[in-house]
């Protein structure tokens, strides 16, 4: 004979729901992972954690207003913003990357829809990067977001 058992709500001694199921197969728990119990290891199939930590997260990122002098608003790795003219910006990094072979992410808005492209070459130490209005136009806007992820 098997035995089971059925529940919807496991507490814990003062009465503090730990585990519920809304009878579906769901399970909600109120628990936080004990320090050092999730790793980067557990999270990908890669050999290592430092090759998941060296590919997976991001290496720098900025938001920052490109009107008038440009304005760092939060950062990571991020030493400075220059303007190279109307839409035109270099984020320069507070540490150089592994190499120039990174990814680009970028988005730009502020008046209207924006595209944030790039500008001539990578290197480790910073990037250009365009703003461009739906009509091709060089364009500063308020909201200005880049992320690289790479090798660090």
Same mark, same amino acid.
């Given at each position: ?5 059925? %529940? ?5 001694? =003062? ?7 809304? =009878? ?32 997976? #997260? ?19 790795? /991020? ?11 270099? #984020? ?5 990357? =592994? ?9 730009? =808005? ?16 910073? %990037?250009?990067?365009? /703003? ?14 880049? /992320? ?5």
């Amino acid at each position: 004979m098997t035995s089971k058992l059925k %529940v919807n709500l496991i507490n814990d001694s =003062g009465d503090n729901n730990i585990i519920t199921s809304d =009878g579906s197969g769901t399970f909600t728990s109120n628990l936080a992972p004990k320090d050092n119990t999730v790793t980067m290891a557990k999270l990908s199939t890669s050999a290592t954690e430092a090759d998941n930590v060296k590919q997976r #997260v991001a290496k720098a990122w900025v938001k920052f207003n490109g009107t008038g002098t440009p304005a760092i608003d939060d950062d990571f790795n /991020v030493s400075s913003i220059s303007d190279g003219g109307t839409g035109i910006f270099t #984020v320069n990094f507070s540490s150089n990357l =592994g190499n120039a072979n990174y990814a680009l992410a970028g988005t730009a =808005g502020g008046n209207a829809g924006r595209i944030l492209g790039t500008e001539g070459t990578y290197s480790t130490s910073a %990037v250009s990067v365009r /703003v461009i209005d739906f009509n091709g136009n060089l364009s500063d806007e308020t909201r200005n977001c880049v /992320v690289i992820f790479g090798d660090s």
